[in-house]
Nanobody
Framework: QVQLVESGGGLVQAGGSLRLSCAAS????????MGWFRQAPGKEREFVAT????????LYADSVKGRFTISRDNSKNTVYLQMDSLKPEDTAVYYC?????????????????WGQGTQVTVSS
């Protein structure tokens, strides 16, 4: 069982930056690929980014490529999402997720554990 707790959301102006954190419980964090997803009001949950257990492999949605960076610190059981050049369309609840595999994927159904989410609001 893995418990995930996100933090770092908030209100920011367009063009600004935020860094989300997701702290995981357990002693086998490095064996889990981690992902970030988001859900805007009235829309389905969508993939944002994923990172492999080692941190070497990453994958991004086209909508955030070049603006967001996913990283992890396995010594701290934490995954991060650095969000730069934020746009109003990035407004959503952001969720982190854990997948008990080495490699991450972009499909939410393949993640077994989810955090409660953190709100990110980007004003224009």
């Amino acid at each position: 069982q893995v418990q995930l707790v996100e933090s770092g959301g908030g209100l920011v102006q367009a063009g600004g930056s935020l860094r989300l954190s997701c702290a995981a419980s357990g002693r086998t964090f490095s064996t889990y690929a981690m992902g970030w997803f988001r859900q805007a009001p009235g829309k389905e949950r969508e993939f944002v980014a994923t990172i492999s257990g080692s941190g070497v492999g990453t994958l991004y949605a086209d909508s955030v490529k070049g603006r967001f960076t996913i990283s992890r610190d396995n010594s701290k059981n934490t995954v991060y999402l650095q969000m730069d050049s934020l746009k109003p369309e990035d407004t959503a609840v952001y969720y982190c997720a854990a997948r008990p595999r080495v490699s991450g994927v972009s499909v939410a159904a393949f993640y077994d554990y989810w955090g409660q989410g953190t709100q990110v609001t980007v004003s224009s």
